[in-house]
């Protein structure tokens, strides 16, 4: 039998927090799946499974000039993706694990994910502005990581509202 001392409760603050995280580890696992789709396609030369019709041609938006950076001839945005999203759940990790991600892991979560939304925001315009197409999987990890970013804020913002403030003693 479970007593009352022995469920753990979810309205303190620290359950909130790991709430916040794990919703961030989602979005993130759920990024790469996608992110790593794109990348398999690009890797074995296979077509993107997509709903083609006057606004949606995944083909067309993932052979873009914008497909691989530096334009034409750099590496496929997917396969950066891929890595960055990589890059991130392995921070989400060490950030609980390892005593300097323990510290400056929240910074670097945020940063990552901010340079992310803003590269993700400018090949969004460029594939519904500039080709008027739009790739459903693309769009998908663009939704991720805005969710991240916004679940990264939050948890940025908490963190640095938690942090004693130097105050300035007088004599």
């Known amino acids: ?9 979810l309205d303190t603050p ?5 709430i916040l995280w794990l919703l961030s580890v989602i979005f993130v696992v759920v ?7 794109l990348s398999y396609t690009k890797l074995f030369n296979e077509s993107v499974i997509c709903v ?24 496929d945005v997917a396969y950066l993706g891929f890595i960055s999203y990589t890059t991130l759940l392995v921070l989400l990790i ?12 929240l910074y670097l979560i ?11 925001s400018y090949l969004t315009y460029n594939s519904l502005f500039v080709l008027q197409k739009a790739c459903i999987w693309c769009l998908a990890t663009h ?3 805005f969710l991240t970013l916004i679940v990264t ?19």
Request: charged content about 20%.
């Open 31 to 37: 990024a790469m799946l996608t992110s790593g789709y």
């Open 153 to 171: 804020t939050i948890r940025f913002w908490k963190h640095l509202s938690a942090e004693p403030s130097a105050e300035v003693q007088t004599v």
């Open 14 to 18: 620290r359950a909130r927090v790991d």
């Open 143 to 145: 939704l991720m990581a």
């Open 110 to 120: 945020f940063g990552l994910i901010m340079f992310d939304f803003m590269f993700h």
């Open 94 to 105: 060490l950030e609980k694990k390892v005593g300097f991600f323990k510290q400056y892991g």
């Open 52 to 75: 083609e019709n006057s606004t949606f041609d995944c083909n067309a938006v993932t052979s873009s000039v914008w497909s691989k950076f530096p334009q034409n001839n750099g590496i």
């Open 1 to 9: 039998m479970t007593t009352a001392a022995q469920i753990p409760e």
